[in-house]
């Protein structure tokens, strides 16, 4: 269907440098460019009653444009021409691409912004918008509360403009102006000054239909007035469906939002690694809108006391607000009681120093009678007293009495401490109870070099821990869950 003032898309191909578009060719200015200056208010009404007269046409053939804008109409001297109908669909049918100009919805009807189909009332809008601008040299903002009347901005400006404005820019397509009607409008105000008819397109509607009343009418035959009330009743049920689906689509959507916008809100755990009790509470209660909760407290010979060695979630995790974070604090580092070494060998000592995370210190020779060459006389810190896991271990060894002194020498006897004691090997499994969110479990060997702590981490609810464990002599074997002991058996 040829459509008066609307020229067509002539061919379309894709070329090597981009898209190609054959259109027919309209000479003339496009409405774009004939804003950019400010036309006195008869012009502008001039070339809104051509525009309007091509969008009458439109619409008697059954053809609504639904997205003018300036840059879309052509003013030429035969009148106004409206292109790209359908250009932005069509392209991205075949094409696959489609063409968007954001600067142009401010002049599409508030109902084609929504997603609705496009209707007559739409490029009536869209009309009234360009006029608007046109007569007060403002754009309008899409859904304003409200916007000034064109007579307070332009004062030139009749308030019949006002009324004719309004008709076209009503927030519902039924209410504005048809077309047609709009045209006689603007014609009357170019030419008077000032509309003849002042009442909106309802109340001329309401006023020919109590003409109609008024006049007598003849009965209608049995058979349409049964069809009448059919119909009247079928659509008075089928408004009332649609009414009831809209005010249950708008709960459910109100619901919907109500729900989305009530969700707690989501942050991020930081890293509190070394930092205090106190900080850590504050900054997760009141700044980070989550529970602080101290789970147990392990020894750290690298995060000082009273400060956190990690949390659960850890660090980085995307966690919602309202939410536990448990933390492990430092109780500081390991103390343990020392051993007594003294009568033993120095290879002994000094292996027992090691599996104790101690720290050899200084080893002086000395002369004594009665401790035989190799063996410990003196210890520094004394056997018995509690010290911290790191600690440096003084020992004081025999050399034999003087006379079997060697002059010079500083060798030392290397025993095997294990040397004769069978090694005995065996297995550990444990499982973390689903109770505890985070738990912290070790492995301690006891066997005839004293006690060994070989495993020694944090777990989550559920993990499994398997561990191979070995010892000479007699051998047994601990698992404490959070210092609880709860297991233990002989290799």
Not at 247 to 255: E, F, V
Not at 318 to 324: D, E, F, L, N, T
Not at 404 to 415: P, T, V, Y
Not at 443 to 469: C, F, L, M, P
Request: hydrophobic letters at 40%; glycine letters at 8%; proline letters at 7%.
């Amino acid at each position: 269907m040829l459509l008066p003032c609307a020229p067509g898309l002539v061919e379309a191909s894709r070329e090597t440098d981009g898209l190609l578009l054959v259109r027919d060719f309209v000479e003339g200015l496009s409405l774009e460019k004939w804003l950019l200056k400010r036309h006195a208010p008869a012009e502008v009404l001039s070339r809104g009653v051509e525009i309007l007269q091509s969008v009458a046409a439109w619409h008697a053939n059954g053809v609504v444009h639904g997205m003018l804008h300036p840059g879309n109409i052509i003013l030429t001297h035969e009148g106004a021409v409206l292109t790209d109908y359908d250009q932005a669909a069509a392209v991205a049918q075949t094409f696959g691409v489609s063409v968007v100009r954001p600067d142009a919805l401010v002049y599409v009807a508030p109902e084609v912004r929504a997603g609705r189909n496009a209707r007559p009332g739409s490029d009536v809008y869209s009309v009234g918008v360009v006029l608007y601008e046109a007569l007060t040299g403002r754009k309008l903002v899409p859904d304003a509360p409200e916007r000034p009347k064109p007579s307070e901005v332009n004062k030139e400006l009749s308030p019949g403009v006002d009324l004719v404005l309004e008709g076209m820019l009503k927030p519902e397509p039924d209410d504005r102006y048809p077309a047609a009607q709009a045209v006689e409008a603007l014609s009357k105000l170019r030419e008077l000054g000032e509309p003849q008819q002042r009442r909106s397109p309802r109340e001329l509607r309401r006023q020919r239909a109590r003409a109609r009343e008024e006049q007598p009418r003849a009965p209608l035959p049995w058979g349409v007035t049964a069809t009448l009330g059919f119909y009247r009743v079928l659509f008075t049920i089928l408004g009332t469906i649609l009414v009831s689906a809209t005010t249950l689509s708008g709960l459910a959507y109100g619901t919907y939002r109500w729900l989305d916008e009530s969700r707690p809100t989501e942050v991020i755990i930081p890293d509190v690694t070394g930092m205090t009790k106190d900080r850590a509470k504050t900054l997760f209660e009141q700044t980070l809108d989550l529970q602080f909760s101290v789970s147990v407290e392990q020894a750290s010979k690298d995060v000082p006391a009273g400060a956190v060695i990690i949390t659960q979630p850890g660090p980085g995790r995307k966690v919602r607000a309202g939410r536990v974070v448990q933390a492990i604090l430092s109780s500081g580092p390991a103390q343990l009681t020392m051993p007594r070494l003294v009568t033993g060998t120095q290879s002994d000592a000094l292996d027992q120093v090691q599996r104790l995370g101690l720290k050899q210190g200084i080893i002086q020779k000395q002369a004594d009678d009665t401790i035989p060459d190799g063996y410990v006389i003196k210890q520094e810190p004394e056997a018995g007293r509690r010290v911290e896991s790191g600690a440096q271990v003084n020992l004081w060894v025999s050399t034999g009495p003087d006379d079997k002194r060697r002059r010079g020498a500083d060798a030392e006897q290397a025993k095997d401490p294990n040397a004769g004691k069978p090694l005995r090997k065996g297995k550990v499994r444990v499982t973390v109870p689903a109770s505890d969110s985070i738990c912290w479990v070790k492995i301690v060997v006891h066997d005839v070099n004293g006690e060994q702590i070989v495993y020694n981490k944090v777990h989550n609810a559920g993990d499994t821990v398997s561990r191979a464990v070995e010892g000479h002599g007699t051998t047994s074997v601990e698992v404490f869950l959070n210092d609880q002991l709860v297991q233990k058996k002989d290799l």
